[in-house]
C-alpha cells in the first residue's frame, strides 16, 4: 500500500479524515511487531514526518500508546525527537 501510495505521487504525510496521516494509521494497527512495522520504517525512511499531530492533537506516537502499543510509542517519539534534532541543525 506504501509503495502504491508513492507510484501514484501522494505526498507521504497526506492528510485523510480528521487530519490523520499514513504513519497515524499505522501507528494504531495492531499487533505489535511484525509487517506493520515494516510499514512504519518504511514511510519514516521515506521522509514522513513522526512530530504531525491530527486535529485532535494526537501525534503517531500519542497513537500508539492509547492504544497500548508501548514499544511502538517509544520508537515513534524517539523517530520524532530524531526528526526535531535533523531539522533544526542543518
Known amino acids: 500500500m506504501v509503495a502504491k501510495m508513492l507510484d501514484m505521487g501522494l505526498g ?3 492528510e ?3 487530519g ?3 504513519l497515524m494509521l499505522a501507528a494504531e494497527t ?3 511487531g511484525g509487517e506493520n512495522e515494516l ?4 514511510l519514516l ?3 514522513a514526518n513522526p512530530c504531525l499531530k491530527n ?6 506516537a500519542a497513537i ?3 492504544f497500548n502499543l508501548v514499544v511502538r510509542a517509544q520508537r515513534l517519539a524517539a523517530a520524532c525527537a530524531a526528526w526535531g534534532t535533523r531539522r533544526t541543525s542543518g
Do not use: F, W
Request: hydrophobic letters at 30%; proline letters at 7%.
Open 12 to 14: 507521504i504525510d497526506s
Open 16 to 18: 485523510m479524515t480528521e
Open 20 to 22: 490523520t496521516t499514513p
Open 30 to 32: 495492531r499487533p505489535e
Open 39 to 42: 510499514v512504519i520504517a518504511t
Open 45 to 47: 525512511n521515506h521522509g
Open 55 to 60: 486535529l485532535s492533537g494526537q501525534s503517531a
Open 64 to 66: 500508539a500508546l492509547k
